[in-house]
T-cell receptor
Framework: ELKVEQNPLFLSMQEGKNYTIYCNYS?????LYWYRQDPGKSLESLFV?????AVKQEGRLMASLDTKARLSTLHITAAVHDLSATYFC????????????FGKGTHLIIQP | EAQVTQNPRYLITVTGKKLTVTCSQN?????MSWYRQDPGLGLRQIYY???????DKGDVPEGYKVSRKEKRNFPLILESPSPNQTSLYFC???????????????FGQGTRLTVV
């Protein structure tokens, strides 16, 4: 059974600081997603990572994937208040059905 | 515009009264699925469908039914809702496994269901 663990589950940080959210998963995967969710809203796709060593960046967010370690990271650079949200990683199990297994999410609050 | 549309967005109902939440996508995706989101539990998959007339259970299927008579629609049916089905529900669709052009999974806006 595929398990996905995110750390931390809650993070309060100040603007301008850097931080990393970690996503560990337990079995082989061929696709990893990062999503953002604002309160009361749907999930917004941020990144799709398909291969070992994949790195994608969008603004102050950068995601990477290490399939050997079964680890993805979402790095926030010089955080700004607008990045406050809940971030989810989701993993599709390699060779299995197309369903995604989600982490519990990281609730991020960025304070001025 | 590519989108997944759910209806209704909000619903309050009573225990035992059958309800259906509709989901429609306009991207010609083969794969569709339903998730529920609960505090502290993240998103959990209820049912999924890999194509028309092909459906299968996800991680938490009890108390739910689905159907896939057309490619674009994937309704979620609660035959006899109970209070423990109070949750936020999301429908999603994505491109088939063999495709490479688009690997994103698109989510609907969510349906907040309260069963009293």
């Amino acid at each position: 059974e595929l398990k996905v663990e995110q750390n931390p589950l809650f993070l309060s940080m100040q603007e301008g600081k850097n931080y990393t959210i970690y996503c560990n998963y337990s079995t082989t995967s061929d696709r990893l997603y990062w999503y953002r969710q604002d309160p009361g809203k749907s999930l917004e796709s941020l990144f799709v990572l398909l291969s070992n060593g994949a790195v994608k960046q969008e603004g102050r967010l950068m995601a990477s994937l290490d399939t050997k370690a079964r680890l993805s990271t979402l790095h926030i650079t010089a955080a700004v208040h607008d990045l406050s949200a809940t971030y989810f990683c989701a993993v599709r199990e390699g060779g299995g059905a197309d369903g995604l297994t989600f982490g519990k999410g990281t609730h991020l609050i960025i304070q001025p | 515009e590519a989108q997944v549309t759910q209806n209704p967005r909000y619903l309050i109902t009573v225990t035992g009264k059958k309800l259906t939440v509709t989901c429609s996508q306009n991207m010609n995706h083969e794969y569709m699925s339903w998730y529920r989101q609960d505090p502290g539990l993240g998103l959990r998959q209820i049912y999924y469908s890999m194509n028309v007339e092909v459906t299968d259970k996800g991680d938490v299927p009890e108390g739910y039914k689905v159907s896939r008579k057309e490619k674009r629609n994937f309704p979620l049916i609660l035959e006899s809702p109970s209070p423990n089905q109070t949750s936020l529900y999301f429908c999603a669709s994505s491109s088939p496994r063999q495709g490479t052009a688009n690997t994103e999974a698109f989510f609907g806006q969510g349906t907040r269901l309260t069963v009293v």
